[in-house]
T-cell receptor, first 111, second 119 residues
Framework: GQQVMQIPQYQHVQEGEDFTTYCNSS?????IQWYKQRPGGHPVFLIQ?????EVKKQKRLTFQFGEAKKNSSLHITATQTTDVGTYFC???????????FGPGTRLSVLP | DTEVTQTPKHLVMGMTNKKSLKCEQH?????MYWYKQKAKKPPELMFV???????INESVPSRFSPECPNSSLLNLHLHALQPEDSALYLC??????????????????FGEGSWLTVV
C-alpha cells in the first residue's frame, strides 16, 4: 500500500533561521496537502498541490510538488515562534484513495 | 477558526461506560470522517461517511460505532473501551469524498477534537 514518509522527524531552529521538511511517497500522487498542528491543537489545512513541479507561496512558506509527483517540500523562511508545531503532509493516490498522512515533522523555534 | 464543531472537548470514561462524541458541520460538505490521533502520531483514519452512508471502515473494533443522522451531523458511540483507546478523536469533513469531484473538493477540514481518556 501507499506509504508516506517525512524527514526530519524533529527540527530545532533558532528564531530567524530557515526550516525545510520533506515528504516522500512510495507511489505517484494525484495531489498532496499540507497541514499544521500546534501543540494541543488540531490539524489545520495549509495548502494543496496538484500539478507536477508546482510551487506555491504563502508569505514566508513555500511549498513544492516534485516533477514525478512523489515528493514535496515545505520551506519556511526566517522562522518565528508562531511557526512552532507539527507539519504533516497527506498524499492522495491516483485512484481517489483516502489521504495517507506522513508521520509529521515537529518544529521547535528557540527565541 | 474551524467550521467543524465537536463536543465534548474532553471526556473521561470508565471501561464499562457508554458515551458518545458528536460532530457538526454546516458547510454543506458531503463527506465526514472520524480520525484517531495518539500523541506524537499522525491522524489515523477510522470511518468515512459519504452522502450519509458509511463508505469506509478501517477495520475499527466494534466498540466504536459511528452514526450519521443527517448530512450535518456525525456521532461516534463508545462502549466498553480500553485504556489504550485514550486519544484525541478528530472529526473532519470535505466537500466530496475521496475519489469524487475535484481534488480541491477533497480538502479535509478538521474539528478541534475530543480528548478522550479511558480509565
Amino acid at each position: 500500500g501507499q506509504q508516506v514518509m517525512q524527514i526530519p522527524q524533529y527540527q530545532h531552529v533558532q528564531e530567524g533561521e530557515d526550516f525545510t521538511t520533506y515528504c516522500n511517497s512510495s507511489t505517484t500522487l494525484s495531489n498532496i496537502q499540507w497541514y499544521k498542528q500546534r501543540p494541543g491543537g488540531h490539524p489545520v489545512f495549509l495548502i494543496q498541490l496538484v500539478k507536477s513541479g508546482e510551487v506555491k507561496k504563502q508569505k514566508r512558506l513555500t511549498f513544492q510538488f516534485g516533477e514525478a509527483k512523489k515528493n514535496s517540500s515545505l520551506h519556511i523562511t526566517a522562522t518565528q515562534t508562531t511557526d512552532v508545531g507539527t507539519y504533516f503532509c497527506a498524499g492522495q493516490g491516483n485512484y481517489g484513495q483516502n489521504f495517507v498522512f506522513g508521520p509529521g515533522t515537529r518544529l521547535s523555534v528557540l527565541p | 477558526d474551524t467550521e467543524v464543531t465537536q463536543t465534548p472537548k474532553h471526556l473521561v470514561m470508565g471501561m464499562t461506560n457508554k458515551k458518545s462524541l458528536k460532530c457538526e458541520q454546516h458547510m454543506g460538505h458531503r463527506a465526514m470522517y472520524w480520525y484517531k490521533q495518539k500523541a506524537k502520531k499522525p491522524p489515523e483514519l477510522m470511518f468515512v461517511y459519504s452522502y450519509e452512508k458509511l463508505s469506509i471502515n478501517e477495520s475499527v473494533p466494534s466498540r466504536f460505532s459511528p452514526e450519521c443522522p443527517n448530512s450535518s451531523l456525525l456521532n461516534l458511540h463508545l462502549h466498553a473501551l480500553q485504556p489504550e483507546d485514550s486519544a484525541l478523536y478528530l472529526c473532519a469533513s470535505s466537500q466530496e469524498a475521496p475519489g469524487q469531484g475535484t481534488y480541491s473538493g477533497n480538502t479535509i477540514y478538521f474539528g478541534e477534537g475530543s480528548w478522550l481518556t479511558v480509565v
